[in-house]
């Protein structure tokens, strides 16, 4: 337990398709005027050194968002054009590097804030397990100086996210929540936990926008889990979109090298009816992008 540590993962082609996806709904639904209470089970620690040693030992980021960047944003020189997914994603990711080189990459909670909107409309509520995680977490968030309007808590996600739902009614009475699942499956039972926690989500509050993050990996319970949403979803009669991205294998690797993570999965539940064509813009030049040969492809499909 707890060997998890994101900082070795963030900004990877995984970090890159689930924070394309979460800007892209969020998006959307501030279109609305009401408030809405945003609640990310599995926060991490918010914010990451890309130059750090963590981030160096694993340097999946140089797979992922430093080399999108740096495709589309060559240094000195005009960005080239892109969907509007990934622009908006690059956006948020140069405004937390202003000299303009990538150092810091900014988590699901540093995600999400600056599309937030003030006069503490809406609510954002962190969870993050992991001792130093929390506390980290907590620090960055402290130097927001937010207030009331985020809450971070050392607390299962799981778990908290029950009592979070209904969650209050807006000032126009409204009742509306995105939440983000997005465990480390460090150990199996998260993938019993993601389904069977999404069950009761969508009998509390069925018209929640949910984003739950997966690894494609050969592993029963990681395919299962997919079908398992669609299932739920299916029962519950909400929509739902459901989008992968591959890579593929490194080239540099040998046959008997183990590959890493190399395909992960966003399954939405109540996605905003944008979301299907903004992806499906996207995700190919992800691929055209980040895809490093076998193994790589993308899918989206949707129900409900
Ligand atoms: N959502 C983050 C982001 O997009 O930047 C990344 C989160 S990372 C994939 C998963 C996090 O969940 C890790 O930081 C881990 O310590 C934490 N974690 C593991 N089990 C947890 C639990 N039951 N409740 C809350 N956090 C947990």
Redesign the pocket.
């Known amino acids: 337990m707890?060997s998890?540590?994101?900082a070795f993962?963030?900004g990877n082609h995984a970090?890159v398709l689930?924070?394309i996806t979460?800007i892209a709904t969020l998006r959307h639904l501030m279109r609305k005027e009401a408030g809405i209470t945003l609640i990310?089970?599995?926060?991490?620690?918010?914010l990451y050194r890309l130059d750090g040693d963590y981030a160096q030992t694993g340097a999946e980021a140089r797979d992922g968002v430093v080399k999108l960047m740096a495709t589309l944003r060559p240094h000195g020189q005009a960005p080239a054009a892109a969907a509007t997914a990934i622009d908006d994603y690059l956006d948020l990711i140069a405004s937390y590097n202003p000299s303009g080189t990538l150092r810091v990459y900014?988590?699901?909670?540093f995600?999400m804030h600056p599309l937030m909107r003030t006069e503490s409309r809406d609510r954002l509520k962190l969870?993050?397990?992991?001792p130093t995680?929390s506390r980290t977490l907590a620090g960055n968030i402290e130097q927001l100086g937010a207030g009331r309007q985020i809450a971070v808590a050392r607390?299962?996600?799981?778990?908290?996210l029950r009592p979070l739902l209904p969650p209050p009614p807006s000032a126009t009475g409204s009742k509306r929540a995105l939440v983000?699942i997005?465990?480390?499956y460090?150990i199996k039972s998260?993938y019993a936990?993601v389904s069977s926690c999404m069950q009761d989500a969508l009998k509390r509050f069925p018209t929640g926008t949910y984003l739950v993050?997966y690894p494609v990996i050969p592993r029963p319970e990681a395919h299962e889990l997919p079908r398992r949403l669609k299932t739920l979803s299916n029962q519950a009669q909400r929509p739902w979109l459901h989008a992968t991205l591959a890579i593929g294998r490194d080239p540099a690797d040998g046959p008997d090298d183990r590959p890493g993570l190399t395909a992960s999965g966003m399954f939405v539940i109540n996605p905003p009816h944008t979301l299907k064509a903004t992806l499906a813009e996207a995700l190919p030049q992800l691929l055209g992008h980040l895809g490093r040969g076998k193994g790589q492809g993308q899918a989206l499909e949707s129900g409900g």
Do not use: C, I, N
């Open positions: 707890f998890y540590r994101h993962h963030a970090d689930k924070h979460l990310d089970t599995h926060a991490g620690a918010g900014p988590g699901s909670p995600v969870f993050e397990l992991h995680d607390q299962d996600g799981f778990e908290a983000l997005d465990p480390s460090e998260d936990k993050w």
